[in-house]
């Protein structure tokens, strides 16, 4: 079982990938938040150069709905050295939707498919996708899929929510059959024939040992998972979905500790991005710990990184992994 890490917007930076690399480990495939501009910007060549990702199998994520985009920023990341790109047909957030990206793009499908025409034709670089079973209905996902098979596709990643059930509704496992009955059918043909690294990778409440088995009886062939909020949930999500001895909290204090004085050293100082960026990862960390709830509300509630860094402390004193 080869397990990737999703994409998570202010989450799963360079800084971040880095540090879980150096303490946990166990990632095969690393994919970068969204870059979505014609010109990379400070911020998203952070995030793409390779001395920030040594040692890693990262794949760049791109998120637009424009050609021009996708293909200079593609080029962009050529010149980095990168021969993969992740398109990014997921994302379900009302502003990206708004403007037919991300999951958005699946509501017109005649502009999808102009786009998937053109960008396929003139990309230097190998495409995967990443994408939600439809906008607001399954019967959608059987015409995306005859559409996904038109193109040379690096690998097929499937996130089985629809765009209206946000995250709110459970993932549905059972929609990643399609998809895999077309593989096992030939009617997708890869961008490169002799690759031998799965195609297909299944992506949606993956949090424990029993999600996936639930999605293996499902796909039995289901060979690669991707994980993203339960893993933020959960670092030791890795290893009990392999079977490995679980890593003990004085390890999550410690990478905690030097991902925020990454963070510090790069940016200079600020305390309120610095202290964003780690709140952030405890609305998720929390559900790791026992009896955590009045730890992390002052987390959150702290305005400062001495009092952010006491309220960590004292709920690594008090609290327990479970």
């Known amino acids: 079982m080869l397990i990737d890490l999703a994409p998570m917007e202010g989450i799963t930076t360079f800084v971040f990938r880095k540090n879980f690399h150096k303490y946990f480990g166990g990632i095969h495939r690393c994919y970068t938040p969204f870059l979505s501009s014609l010109h990379l910007s400070t911020q998203q060549k952070n995030e793409v150069l390779p001395e920030h990702n040594e040692g890693m199998t990262v794949i760049p994520q791109i998120l637009t709905n424009r050609t021009d985009e996708f293909l200079e920023i593609s080029k962009a990341l050529q010149e980095y050295g990168y021969t993969t790109v992740n398109f990014n047909l997921g994302c379900p957030s009302g502003t990206v939707v708004s403007k037919h990206r991300g999951s958005g793009f699946l509501n017109v499908p005649l502009q999808l498919e102009q786009f998937l025409d053109e960008v396929f034709e003139k990309c230097p670089l190998k495409i995967s996708i990443k994408t ?49 009955n077309a593989l096992e059918a030939g009617s997708f043909h890869r961008a490169d024939p002799g690759d031998t690294h799965p195609f297909l990778c299944y992506n ?119």
């Not at 009896?291 to 008090?318: M, Q």
């Open 132 to 180: 939600r079973i439809g906008f607001e209905d399954e019967e959608e996902w059987e015409s995306l899929l005859r559409l996904y098979e038109k193109y040379p596709l690096d690998e097929l990643i499937v996130h089985t929510r629809l765009r209206s059930d946000l995250y709110k509704l459970p993932a549905r496992p059972e929609m990643i059959l399609p998809a895999r």
């Open 204 to 322: 949606g409440d993956i949090t424990s040992k029993e999600s996936m088995n639930r999605v293996r009886a499902i796909d039995p062939l289901c060979d690669r998972i991707m994980v993203g909020r339960g893993l933020i949930s959960d670092f030791n999500l890795i290893r009990r979905l392999t079977d490995e001895p679980l890593l003990e909290k004085s390890v999550y204090a410690d990478f905690l500790w030097d991902l925020m004085h990454d963070y510090i050293e790069l940016m200079q100082g600020s305390d309120r991005n610095v202290l964003y960026k780690m709140k952030e990862i405890w609305v998720y960390l929390g559900d790791s710990f026992t009896d955590s709830r009045p730890f992390v509300k002052k987390i959150k509630k702290s305005n400062r990184l001495s009092e952010y860094e006491a309220a960590a402390k004292e709920l690594f004193a008090h609290c327990e992994l479970r």
